[in-house]
């Protein structure tokens, strides 16, 4: 059913999660969410481990990728 499925993509975009590894951030300390800084449009999501490990990530919207 189209309706079912679009009520479960209302749920991902609902839960934050960590940008390079997927994971959930709801119950991560440490873990951090901000908007891009070169586009301002996109959240990025990172866990307190991709943080610590300096783990990259790319902006799916203007391709900018960090942390540096
Ligand atoms: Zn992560
Ligand atoms: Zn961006």
Redesign the pocket.
Known sequence: MPGEELQVMQDLAREKV?I????PIANVKGSTSFKCPKCGSYEIV??E??RRGA?KYVCPNCGFSGPN
Do not use: A, E, I, L
């Open positions: 960590c390079s590894c997927g994971r990172r866990c481990s991709c783990v």
